[in-house]
């Protein structure tokens, strides 16, 4: 169902050694990837300080960017759980500083109780 969910713009959880040597350069010293989801080519990554997220762009997707989000810059989060006849479950965080929140799809069944709880783990 991976291919069904990326064409929804629903998340999937992804392989959090694969992302320790891929964000190798970005992390800080202490700083480890807690949890990790795929949207597409775009990545949400929660390590241990910060939420990364990754906008891949163009064709080629060589071009990336990465927007770094401390977790005391959170304000607050919140969560939309799937319905009967809603095929996704939502996710919103709003920074301090911005206006609209910050938004992503995850497919249901998914895990966004455990990005809800890292969320909660790491802000609260």
């Not at 500083?97 to 969320?119: C, D, M, W, Y």
């Amino acid at each position: 169902m991976g291919i069904f969910n990326a064409i929804l713009g629903n998340a999937s959880e992804m392989d959090q050694e694969a992302l320790q040597k891929e964000y190798s350069k970005l992390l800080c010293e202490g700083e480890q990837i807690e949890a990790a989801y795929k949207l597409i080519r775009d990545k949400w990554v929660f390590t241990n300080k910060r939420l990364i997220i990754q906008d891949i762009q163009g064709i080629t997707g060589k071009k990336r960017e990465y927007m770094s989000i401390p977790y005391r810059s959170i304000e607050r989060f919140s969560i939309e759980t799937a319905g009967n006849f809603d095929l996704d479950a939502d996710m919103k965080i709003w920074i301090r500083g911005k206006k609209e929140p910050i938004e992503q799809n995850f497919a249901r069944g998914s895990a966004i109780f455990e990005v809800h709880q890292t969320l909660a783990k790491f802000v609260l």
